[in-house]
């Protein structure tokens, strides 16, 4: 009987073109002829037959070709089957040796293509060698008559000549205990309203697959960095009511800093992270998702059913109804392995197993390696902390959570600082030199001590200069007359300001030029005319300018 649409029932030919028809017909025939038969097919040519039914009938009650039982039954019977010997003898030892027998025999396991490609097998590596795929080798072969099936060339490659790169077969792991594992891995999911920047924008969902019950959850975002992470994992440890022992990320950038089958090195602020939430990161070889299947399956899972085809109101909206979905949707649909429902399994057997939750939120760090510059400090997040000077030149550690401001250097705490604003600064006196430490903290108090220690009129003289609504504008006038002290010495410098002050000139510049003429200790001129001098011609008695009473008149009140 042939295809249907080409035969009739009375098996006439309806196809216009016959010659057609025939070539339709001998392929027809050379599938049916080579048609595979089954097990319990052949025990049951073998069961009628011992029954006593002949060929003929054992063909038309099994559906097999009589030629088919005729060599099947020959095997049988060279395999030890006794036709008096009943039913019993059908076991699947005997069943086995005659399908071995009857099948066809390949002494390397494969068939004409692969001997015909051996054969050829220079010619085919050259092809490749050149830069051909697979598939255009093959056309050119068939090309000078080397008619080889693609599956054949493409198994001849990778198997002989390392070639491209197959599918290896693997095994299936046993779970973990409950509560042990968890695996997680970032999925791009699609475009999403942005409102905070006006736009529309790819985002990412880092989903968390519980092992042991497949259990979910999802978390949205547009970054993938490591605040991103963090985030997600303390709201999943919120979802899930704990924490599980053993983290499987993927080797995704925001937390592994060096990628390593046997010693992959995590950067600190993950590592922290998980040290102080108490899980331990196991992350996954690089471009091996079998490491972490269960949740490679749950990313087209997330993004077929929970996010394509919604419409979402922002990220906030999305995140909402993604941990509904989590809850009611995937967490109660019968899971295909475990047959189980993920939500109900995993608090029926998960929950009760993981370390508690953190009731505190985790204060995210910034870490950096600044420079310790020339003035004593360093930039942390645009702010600007002190550092002693024996550090200057040198790089350092520095640890800024939200309180404080830690700054390492060779692995010990050599500063720690209140964490400040941007633009801000904070300077420890006792981290800059001795000399300039008043200068540079603007001490007037102390700048005028050091004064009153060279001498009392320098002192007083110090003490006039700083007599201004702005005093550290007049500081470097105090540090050049300490300076003249030092140079000419506290008691010379003493008798200029004294005299200084007599006069009330106050110029360190003048300080300056007395010292150097010497004239610091001269007397004063005198004020009187000298004798013999006439007096000015327009002077005037100092009764000229007494004030007297203005004299009283009516309607004016006297003097009170």
């Known amino acids: 009987m042939g295809p249907p649409g ?4 009375g098996g006439g030919c309806r196809c216009p073109v016959h010659t057609r028809c025939q070539t339709v017909q001998r392929i027809w025939g050379a599938a049916v002829s080579f048609r595979e038969v089954g097990v319990h097919e052949v025990r049951e040519v073998l069961r009628l037959w011992l029954r006593g039914e002949g060929f003929r009938s054992v063909a038309r009650l099994a559906r097999v070709d009589r030629k ?8 049988a019977q060279a395999c030890g089957l006794d036709r008096a010997g009943g039913e019993g003898q059908l076991g699947d030892e005997l069943l086995g040796a005659v399908a071995e027998r009857v099948r066809p025999h390949r002494g390397d396991g494969h068939g004409q293509g692969w001997a015909l490609l051996a054969a050829h097998h220079a010619h085919f590596r050259e092809l490749l060698d050149a830069g051909l795929t697979v598939v255009k080798a093959g056309e050119l072969l068939a090309r000078e008559g080397v008619v080889v099936p693609e599956r054949t060339l493409h198994r001849y490659a990778l198997e002989v000549l390392g070639h491209g790169r197959g599918r290896k077969p693997t095994v299936r792991v046993a779970d973990c205990e409950p509560g042990a594992e968890c695996q997680v891995d970032f999925g791009k999911m699609g475009l999403l309203d942005d409102v905070q920047a006006g736009r529309r924008r790819v985002v990412h969902a ?3 697959t519980a092992v042991y019950s497949r259990h979910m959850f999802v978390w949205l975002s547009f970054r993938q960095d490591l605040a991103a992470v963090i985030a997600g994992c303390e709201a999943a440890w919120a979802f899930f009511g704990g924490v599980f022992e053993v983290i499987i990320p993927d080797n995704m950038a925001a937390i592994v800093d060096q990628a390593n089958a046997l010693e992959p090195r995590l950067n600190r602020g993950f590592a922290e992270y998980a040290q102080d939430r108490g899980f331990v990161v196991d992350p996954a070889r690089v471009r091996r998702p079998a490491d972490k299947p269960r949740v490679e399956r749950a990313v087209p899972y997330v993004r077929s059913r929970f996010f394509a085809g919604e419409r979402f109101a922002g990220l906030a909206d999305a995140q909402r109804r ?21 939500a109900e399994l995993f608090a029926a057997e998960e929950a009760p197993r993981l370390a508690p939750a953190p009731v505190f939120g985790y204060d ?15 930039e942390v997040a645009r ?3 002190s550092v002693p000077g024996n550090l200057i030149g040198k790089h350092v550690d520095v640890r800024a959570d939200s309180k404080l401001v830690r700054v390492y250097h060779r692995g010990e705490l050599v500063k720690t600082h209140p964490r400040q604003q941007p633009g801000h600064r904070v300077t420890d006196p006792a981290d800059l030199p001795e000399h300039k430490t008043a200068y540079a903290m603007r001490d007037i108090g102390h700048l005028q001590r050091l004064a009153d220690e060279a001498g009392p009129a320098v002192g007083a003289y110090a003490a006039a200069l700083l007599d201004h609504p702005l005093p550290w504008t007049r500081m470097r006038q105090v540090y050049a007359l300490l300076g003249l002290a030092r140079k000419w ?18 110029s360190v510049p003048l300080i ?8 610091e200790a001269a007397h004063l001129p005198r004020t009187e005319p000298l004798p013999g001098m006439p007096a000015p011609r327009f002077a005037r008695g100092a009764s000229h300018f007494a004030l007297a009473a203005p004299p009283a008149g009516p309607g004016r009140a006297g003097p009170r």
């Open 206 to 208: 880092l989903i968390f």
């Open 68 to 75: 088919t039982v005729r060599r099947y039954v020959a095997a």
């Open 512 to 519: 300056g030029r007395m010292l150097e003429r010497g004239t």
């Open 489 to 506: 010495g506290p008691a010379r410098v003493e008798a200029a300001c004294a005299r200084a002050l007599e006069a009330e000139a106050i």
């Open 383 to 385: 702010a600007l902390y």
């Open 364 to 378: 995210l760090p910034v870490y950096a390696s600044p420079k310790v510059h020339r003035d004593h400090h360093i």
């Open 322 to 342: 993604a941990g509904a979905w989590c809850l009611q949707g995937a967490g109660q649909r019968i899971h295909r392995t475990t047959r189980c429902r993920p």
């Open 6 to 9: 080409i035969w009739g029932s």
